[in-house]
């Protein structure tokens, strides 16, 4: 008996078809062990000391639900007989990485081979096995050496960070947060310049006035320094002219240069191509673009999903190209356009995968029973991978320079009408409005051809310039790839990370930073960036690592070499952040001083500071100041924080605010005392105490009957924890007791 593991159980479904009787398929569900996760043992180390030549050991922990699976799964082989084992995870780093974990934990079985295929075929598999070779140490080495680098930088900066409230920093996922808050920067800065421009249409060309050339005074330039002859800052010129061509109701042609245009078709997708194009086409988020491509990979569909490579197998293409042929004719056939990795001396290829195209390329639409998001996208794979073997799409094009009675300035216009849709055919669902004639009056000098005057022609556009875009999930994968930072693997990760840190919002398709993520590129990053572009989450620094990560793979730089000169280089980094992190002062320490000395006179606080205002303070002045006022001036004011939550709880319980005030015996709650032992503190704990004898939150009561209805016991099972019979007799207090005492019960039975 043999058994093969594959990563997810759709593949798995669809391998076991092709190989039948004995085999066992069974899915692993992804990595299985990893680094330690916070909380257990080991993973307080951000980084395990080694010697120069070796890679740390760390204590590789198993992941979430992982360890019970894979247990029951090397019991059932072992039933079985099983006396060889296939490791066939994905074909990349992370893949290799996986069976290399699985390697160790089936080494009781006589024999293990490690397969990969790049497309879930009968043929791609069998090929596989047939090809079985040993773990690829160099691509598990980087895989490791990457996982390092990340807990590093995690571990350490994290902690950097928390001192702004910032949930964490990462390697790639940092600098990539930096493109969009510069981006936003940007727009902020943009001052707008108004303009006015005039067009209006004639037999399908669109015309524009030329107002002003580039060395005329009024010529309209913008802040780059580029010329927009059709743009004009005179609206009273501008509507003139509208007057001028809506008397008139025609033009006479001046000149007209011939000329045409062709259109190549673009290379098969890679994983940014195709989240870019899945988002302008079909208005896709990159995170949905990429479980659906997921979904068709492992159903044997498409070719793995994950690659940067534009390279497709020669059989596909004479089978895509044998389509073409019988169903277009030769005139649509092309070379065949090859992508920048197929080039001799590209760079920034990961791998030897091909490009993402189908595996049976004369299945242009799939039939069975999926659903209709698969349909979708597996139609624009096909499109793409047949348009790259197709002839080029030409188009006519005539620039016409005309003129009209009493208006001195220029009218120009291009006539574009397509000769042959070459590749383009095969995209007629997603374009629209194809001119394929040239137009009906003539294309000479001397000709007089009618415009079209209606509510839109001739047309007065007023507008003002526009900042740049923000960044979309698409394009910020577009700037991650052109600037070497992340791989396919990473890309969509990325920008989950960044949402579900709450440093960029999506609106309606536009990445915005939000305050937190401001502070961590404006305020935490520059103590580890500097203007050499040396500095830690500066993307070139960030590119030449993955670069060197790419170098452990394919064997050309040691491993231990990488990793330890990443550890030296961060260990300075760190500790330059570090100094100069103590010489300024923390928000938290501002806030707090503002606080201490917000009651004192301006000669006591003299007194304090030794003349200096609270922002010239540095980090060891400011501690010196806090500790000193906190030692020898008593008791200081509560702060926002506390008067805030004291307000809220008062509201929930009706109590007027000089009631509360009498708790502690002051008349004013301005004169309420902070810190821990303050009287804020004291009447907190008060008002806490009796809030929970007030009734429970329609949540709790919510949450409670999930729970009843989760265990299959009446509701009146669960109350009984609390000695309550009834919801109506439920307070706050009883049911947190309920709620604690169910979650450290799943607990400890999960643990067991």
Partial sequence: MKLMILESGAKAKTVKKYLGKG??????????QDLPSKGSKGSSKSMWKSEKNKLPEPPWGWTSGAEKKI???????KKSNVDEVYIATDPDREGEFIAWRLSIIFSDFDSQKRVTFNEITEKSVNDAINQARDIDTALVNSAKVRRFMDRLVGFECSRFSRSWKLASMGRVQTPTLGFIVDRELLREKHVPINYHSVNFNSDNVNFKIRFHEKNDPDAWIDDDGKHFPDRTFDEKLANDSIKILNK??????????????????????????MLQSASSTLGWSVSKTSSIAGELYNSG?????????????????????????EKYGDKFLGEGVLGPDAKKGSSNVQDAHE???????????LTEDVNDDLKTLYKLIWARFAASQMSNSIRETRKIEAKTDDLEKKITGTATWRTHPGWEIVYNDYQKNIIE???????????VWK????????KLVSDETKPPRRYSESSIVQQMKKVGIGRPSTYVSTIQTLNKRKYVENNSGSLIPTDAGKTMWLEVVPFYNEDDNQGLFNSDFTAKMESNLDTIEDNTQSAPKIWHEFVENFEKMNEIAKTKKRSIPSKRQIELLNNLIKNMSENELADYLNGKKPDDLTGDEMRETLDLIIKEGGDFPASDKQINLIIKLADQLGYKLEDVCKIVDIDDINNLTGGKDGTASRVIDQLITESQSLPATESQVKLINKIAAREEVPVSDILSIANIVSIEELTKKDASKIIDTVMKKNKKSRKK
């Avoid at 008139?248 to 191509?273: A, C, L, Q, Y």
């Avoid at 498409?302 to 042929?325: G, L, P, Q, W």
């Fill in 437 to 447: 004639e040239p137009p009906s009056s003539e294309l000479k000098n001397g000709a």
């Fill in 23 to 32: 085999w066992i398929v069974q899915a692993c569900g992804g990595h299985v």
């Fill in 451 to 458: 415009i079209n005057c209606n509510s839109e022609s001739p």
């Fill in 301 to 325: 569909h498409v070719t793995y999903i994950r690659t940067d490579s534009t390279r497709t197998n020669k059989d596909a293409r004479d089978i895509i190209k044998k389509i073409i042929k």
């Fill in 355 to 365: 490009a993402i195209r189908p595996t049976r390329p004369d299945i242009r639409q």
């Fill in 71 to 77: 247990k029951d799964m090397v019991k059932k082989a």
């Fill in 248 to 273: 008139n109701m025609e033009i006479e042609i001046v000149s007209v240069k011939e000329g045409n245009s062709n259109r190549n078709p673009k290379p098969p997708f890679t994983t940014d191509t």
